[in-house]
């Protein structure tokens, strides 16, 4: 029954994995396996929060569940609480030092902490140990990268680029934890970043806030390109698309105008 569940999520029925780890816990509550096919399946469908109370049960039960441990890292980093994620690395890599989910996430968090020679070197060691999972991301210098920047602003449709005004494009590694504190939804993955009231919600009588920007987040801008020519493109459509939330220009409204 585990196994054909295993299968079930494999093929992307993660609600029907999800159901018979459910059924399997539910006949035995020290089932590790069912508890993490649990987590898994939650995880998949990015239920984070009702993942991690199966994946902390696993560990309960069996404290040397790599997999668990490896899956309640990446919960604890995607929901930003990273002192938690760098302890649960620490605990992975002792046991498993060939563990290249654990290199990539130790790489995100030394680049968080501006510590760029490590993170480099916890990335190539994710990369040696599964090449088609972590490709090395392409890399331009701070210069080059504003200079694409520069170019993509003076791309945008008249209709795009005319309201800017006074309206700042910073360009920052990643996102800082200061500001994800300010999100709703935080993502430490994020591309870009629109931080203002929007245009259309201003008025005469606003009273003066922090200057409207736009944040491009070169490090992660980065990770999801295979080159340079893909780099500049994603510069482009994710500067146009902040733009467009300053303009009040929602994802759907974007696609309907026709830029995705």
Not at 32 to 61: F, I, K, N, Q
Not at 205 to 219: H, S, T
Request: charge should be negative; proline fraction near 6%; hydrophobic fraction near 40%.
């Amino acid at each position: 029954m585990l196994r054909e569940a295993w299968r079930r999520l494999d093929e992307g029925d993660a609600e029907g994995a999800l159901i018979e780890a459910r059924s399997l816990i539910g006949g035995d509550d020290a089932l590790a396996d069912a508890h993490y096919l649990a987590g898994s399946a939650l995880m998949e469908m990015d239920r984070l929060g009702e993942a991690e109370p199966y994946l902390r049960r696993v560990l309960d039960l069996s404290d040397g569940h790599a997999g668990a441990r490896e899956a309640l890292a990446q919960l604890l980093y995607e929901t930003c609480r990273f002192r938690e994620t760098r302890s649960e690395l620490e605990l992975l890599l002792e046991a498993e030092p060939d563990n290249p989910q654990a290199h990539h996430l130790a790489s995100l968090l030394a680049e968080r902490r501006g510590e760029y020679a490590l993170a480099e070197e916890e990335e190539r060691m994710a990369h040696r140990f599964a090449p088609e999972l972590y490709p090395l991301p392409p890399r331009f210098t701070r210069e080059e990268f504003e200079h694409y920047v520069e170019e993509a602003i003076e791309s945008l449709p008249g209709e795009f680029r005319d309201p800017m005004g006074n309206l700042a494009v910073v360009v920052e590694d990643v996102p800082s934890t200061a500001l994800l504190r300010t999100l709703e939804d935080p993502s430490p993955g994020l591309l870009g970043l629109f931080v203002g009231t929007a245009l259309p919600e201003k008025s005469l009588g606003d009273v003066p806030q922090a200057p409207d920007a736009v944040y491009l987040f070169k490090r992660n801008l980065e990770r999801i390109c295979e080159d340079h020519a893909e780099l500049v493109e994603e510069i482009r459509i994710t500067l146009l698309h902040e733009v467009g939330h300053f303009l009040g220009l929602d994802e759907q409204q974007l696609s309907d105008r026709g830029y995705e």
